[in-house]
């Protein structure tokens, strides 16, 4: 997924160029990278999930003003990657996925982990109202659809099962919902905005495993 990301800000930084050239078109191009962390919620009693769980978006839009107002209207295509830290050792029991709590002994002995998170990467579809005064003032209010590429979860220190040290990369990881859908809010001045995006939907299908609803707020900086 790195080098995926890679591809996309390379292709809208070529993108702005471009669009620079033609002189028309830079003033209705934005590219833009939101750095954000998620807040989960509704999470199983027993699943604690870490405060700080970075993320990132990296997007462009193509803008359409509105005749003689200071309002236009912005769809785009981008990239969100959410990185979800928990206690929760995810498995699968008759097709349901489950998450249990990491175990803090073993046969009597203390055991810890120093990495345990579920990583998911989403193509977005952003499209955005957006106001922006003569002296910098910005607000926007959206939607946001997404199709989720790819998950894995990667775990780091002693096994729950053995209690010896080892690392963990799972992908295949079921019923996880395939698409994400939700209002998006911006505010700030010239470049720099708070961002905030409220998923309507689960990470997981809710009737085959737990509800959890990620909550991403953050800064967005949109230089162009």
Same mark, same amino acid.
């Given at each position: 997924m790195k080098k995926i990301c890679t591809l996309i800000t390379a292709f809208l930084l070529v993108t702005t160029l471009q669009a620079q050239k033609s002189g028309s078109i830079i003033s209705k191009i934005t590219m833009g990278v939101d750095i954000f962390n998620d807040f989960v919620q509704d999470s199983p009693s027993?699943? #604690?999930?870490?405060? &700080? $769980?970075?993320?990132? +978006?990296?997007?462009?839009?193509?803008?359409?003003?509105? %005749?003689?107002?200071?309002?236009s209207l912005a769809i785009g295509l981008g990239l969100g990657m959410h990185n979800l830290h928990s206690n929760g050792i995810l498995s699968e029991s008759s097709g349901i996925s489950i998450l249990t709590p990491y175990?803090?002994?073993? #046969?009597?002995?203390? &055991? $810890?982990?120093?990495? +345990?998170?579920?990583?998911?990467?989403?193509?977005?579809? %952003?499209?955005?109202?957006r106001y922006k005064s003569e002296g910098g003032f910005r607000l926007a209010l959206g939607i946001k659809a997404g199709y989720l590429l790819g998950a894995h979860t990667k775990f780091?220190?002693?096994?729950?099962?053995?209690?010896?040290?080892?690392?963990?990369?799972?992908s295949k990881?079921? +019923?996880?919902?395939?698409?994400?859908?939700?209002?998006?809010?911006?505010?700030?001045?010239?470049?720099?905005?708070?961002?905030?995006?409220?998923?309507?939907?689960?990470?997981?299908?809710?009737?085959?495993?737990?509800?959890?609803?990620?909550?991403?707020?953050?800064?967005?900086?949109?230089?162009?």
């Open positions: 027993d699943i #604690n999930f870490r405060t &700080i $769980n970075p993320g990132v +978006n990296v997007y462009g839009m193509y803008n359409y003003p509105v %005749p003689k107002s200071n309002i175990p803090d002994y073993l #046969n009597q002995k203390n &055991i $810890n982990y120093k990495k +345990n998170k579920l990583q998911l990467t989403y193509l977005d579809i %952003p499209a955005e109202i780091k220190g002693d096994d729950p099962a053995t209690g010896i040290g080892t690392k963990i990369k799972q990881i079921a +019923n996880l919902e395939q698409w994400r859908f939700g209002p998006t809010f911006q505010i700030g001045y010239k470049y720099i905005n708070f961002t905030a995006f409220y998923s309507l939907t689960t990470v997981f299908d809710k009737t085959k495993a737990p509800d959890i609803y990620p909550i991403s707020l953050g800064i967005a900086l949109r230089p162009f």
